[in-house]
């Protein structure tokens, strides 16, 4: 089986572009790290930081391909100016905002109480920009003829820690007796963080699902696994059509849906949510190449997240978010 490879960090396009972010550490993709099986801590990232730049940016694996876009159209009209775009997951990007390490964080969940009460300790005032819509999409190995959908329910006796669900069968005894494969996001990740408190109900993701904040290494693990089961965001699912299978999805009674970019614009899809990018008040205020790449990322994120596979948010969101820019930058 092929897979495509998208979305590397960084990608193949992008690494001339992108070559001073390769000084950043942490794990290459589709490395070893939380990856084969068992419980990771999520404490390194599975791909390159940001930050080695003239804009430093990090954050969520989920938010990288739009953000990527972003940096390569805007180097190309700034082509003295260095954007890298890292992936340390939502929360490793927190941690290395909060440092005072980074211009922006992106972010497929909205930052904690905590992430907010540790910036107001170091004094960082920052601004919140959504930026697309994203569906978290399930997926199972195109081979899987019997999963046709599944309720919130259903995945929560799957992934909750609480569960002593073992093979398809202990899920629907009309399914297989086969040991469930599962994979899932790292708890770096804002995609684990947001599955585990409205899928979950906060329970911890079980042990027994291999993990990562590489979304790469994800669909791999899907792809290559005819027992397999894992969650994405749906970028990774567009690109990788032919060797995934997403499954409908339903929160309640009603008829299961499946993602897409209507479903997830129309927030019909169960699993639909905004992706955020966070900007620091001082970088835009102080620094006049920080300022003209958060307009220009306003002002071209819709249009390259549906190139990359995402939904664009409606008109008013970014004229919002324009307004938040001019009272950060002074004007």
């Known amino acids: 089986m092929k897979l495509k490879t998208v979305w590397m960090v960084p990608t193949l396009a992008s690494m001339a572009v992108f070559a001073s972010a390769c000084g950043g550490g942490g794990e290459e993709p589709g490395g070893s790290e939380e990856s084969s099986g068992g419980e990771g801590s999520g404490e390194e990232s599975s791909g390159q930081e940001g930050g080695s730049g003239d804009i430093a940016i990090d954050g969520s694996s989920t938010v990288f391909p739009i953000m990527e876009a972003v940096s390569e159209e805007f180097q190309k009209e700034n082509e003295d100016i260095e954007a890298p775009v890292g992936v340390s997951g939502s929360g490793g990007g927190f941690e290395r905002f909060i440092e005072g390490e980074t211009d922006l964080n992106n972010a497929s969940r909205e930052i904690s109480e905590e992430e907010q009460e540790a910036l107001e300790e170091e004094e960082i005032e920052y601004t919140e920009l959504t930026m697309a819509y994203d569906g978290i999409t399930v997926a199972v190995n195109p081979e899987n003829d019997f999963v046709d959908q599944l309720t919130y329910d259903q995945l929560e006796q799957i992934y909750s820690d609480d569960s002593d669900a073992e093979t398809w069968s202990d899920i629907n005894e009309e399914w297989p007796d086969e040991e469930l494969d599962l994979y899932a996001p790292g708890t770096d990740s804002g995609t684990h963080d947001y ?134 930058a002074g004007e």
């Open 195 to 328: 599955f585990v408190e409205n899928v979950l109900g906060g329970a911890d993701l079980t042990r027994n699902a291999s993990t990562s904040e590489d979304d790469n290494t994800l669909v791999n693990g899907v792809a290559g696994s005819e027992s397999a089961l894992g969650f994405f965001g749906y970028s990774y699912y567009s690109e990788n059509e032919d060797d995934l299978k997403a499954v409908p999805v339903t929160d309640d009674d009603e008829e299961a849906v499946e993602p897409s970019p209507e479903t997830i614009n129309d927030e019909s899809y169960p699993l639909a949510r905004p992706l955020f990018t966070y900007f620091k008040n001082s970088s835009v205020e102080d620094d006049e190449d920080v300022e003209e790449y958060v307009r220009f990322a306003n002002e071209n994120a819709g249009e390259l997240a549906e190139e990359v596979g995402y939904a664009a948010a409606p008109d008013s969101v970014y004229e919002e978010n324009e307004e938040k820019i001019d009272e950060a």
